[in-house]
């Protein structure tokens, strides 16, 4: 039997594996150990869960070929897909559409959306360590909204006449679980998940590149953010914010494996007298501060952070990237 992870044929030891099902468990393990996340298995044309990967014989498999993500990526893109799908219930509720009727297949799709949500924002913080009691969002627990988003979802049910009106009642609640994930997304919890992951050799060269080529649209991106926000486009702005997040997670994510894959130190990274270390120190600030001004609905405080702060701090990561990706380059050399 032929083993793949994510399409690439694996050299898998097998000991005392005899089924499917045995060889997803070892694979899971290994997985885990390496902040790993195994989320399905296609044997042949069949494609299986975790919890439903049947005891077949290996003999009878051809090829298994294991879907695996990090943590990290799971996590964030868990929550990108959640506050947009709060952003279009309220995109709903606020637009042009706003006089339509909803019809019971509306509220019955909203109802098993808002069981999605709460299900998803759960794994999410499960998979970070985020205890919800623990967690607030402004003056409130995290749990008082999870309570909150399930009682919106139990009016719901079975009365469709009156959904339009409880869901606009409840406007802010959507809104304000919405920044709550987007909060999430900039914590240290999340941070710490995203740099800890390390790749191959090859993997950071080209995340380096990436991050290099796309330094000059994600300075437009932000002062596109900034410019929405200005102009009252809470949507459009946080998806720009959401866009530079993912472009400074896989930045923060390079630095931290320059050492362990290249043996090259941050603290020794400089571009004039600014060391990549540093630097870096200063950009988690400036991302506390936009937690600060999201958890305060202070739209002046994070436009500036994201125009008049961050849109600089790219100039010298590109400076510094640079010197990594030189660095990088001369060692291959020797």
């Not at 044929?9 to 694979?27: D, M, S």
């Not at 929550?79 to 706003?98: F, H, M, N, V, W």
């Not at 809470?234 to 320059?258: A, L, N, P």
Request: charged share 30%.
């Amino acid at each position: 039997m032929e083993i793949q992870i994510n399409g690439h044929p694996v050299e898998f030891t097998l000991e005392k594996e005899k089924n499917v099902k045995e060889v997803v468990t070892a694979i899971s393990q290994w997985a885990r150990e390496r902040e790993l996340i195994l989320s399905e298995v296609r044997v042949g044309d069949e494609v299986f869960s975790m919890h439903d990967v049947p005891e077949r014989a290996i003999e009878n498999v051809q090829s298994m070929n294991c879907i695996i993500q990090s943590k990290a990526d799971l996590v964030a893109d868990s929550i990108c897909e959640a506050t947009e799908y709060c952003g279009r219930i309220l995109s709903r509720l606020d637009g042009p559409q706003k006089g339509e009727l909803l019809s019971g297949d509306d509220i019955g799709k909203i109802a098993t959306g808002l069981d999605w949500l709460l299900e998803i924002a759960a794994k999410t913080l499960s998979l970070l360590g985020i205890s919800a009691r623990d967690a607030k969002y402004r003056d409130k627990k995290a749990s008082e909204l999870f309570d909150e988003i399930g009682r919106l979802r139990k009016a719901l049910a079975g009365n469709e006449e009156d959904a339009p009106s409880i869901l606009s009642r409840h406007k802010n609640l959507l809104a304000d679980f919405r920044d709550f994930l987007r909060i999430v997304l900039l914590s240290d919890e999340m941070r710490r998940t995203i740099i800890t992951s390390i790749d191959s050799p090859d993997t950071v060269a080209e995340m380096l590149t990436h991050i290099l080529n796309e330094i000059p649209q994600q300075k437009q991106n932000l002062e596109n953010a900034a410019a929405a926000y200005q102009a009252g486009k809470d949507t459009e702005g946080s998806s720009g914010v959401e866009k530079f997040i993912d472009f400074i997670y896989r930045y923060f994510r390079v630095c931290h494996q320059i050492k362990p894959v290249f043996n090259i130190d941050p603290a020794n990274v400089s571009s004039g007298d600014l060391a990549l270390n540093e630097k870096n120190d200063a950009i988690n600030e400036l991302l506390n501060q936009m937690i600060q001004s999201l958890e305060n609905n202070d739209i002046i405080g994070l436009t500036d952070v994201l125009e008049y702060e961050l849109v600089p701090a790219l100039n010298d990561i590109e400076e510094l990237c640079k010197t990594v990706f030189a660095m990088i380059q001369a060692s291959k050399e020797l």
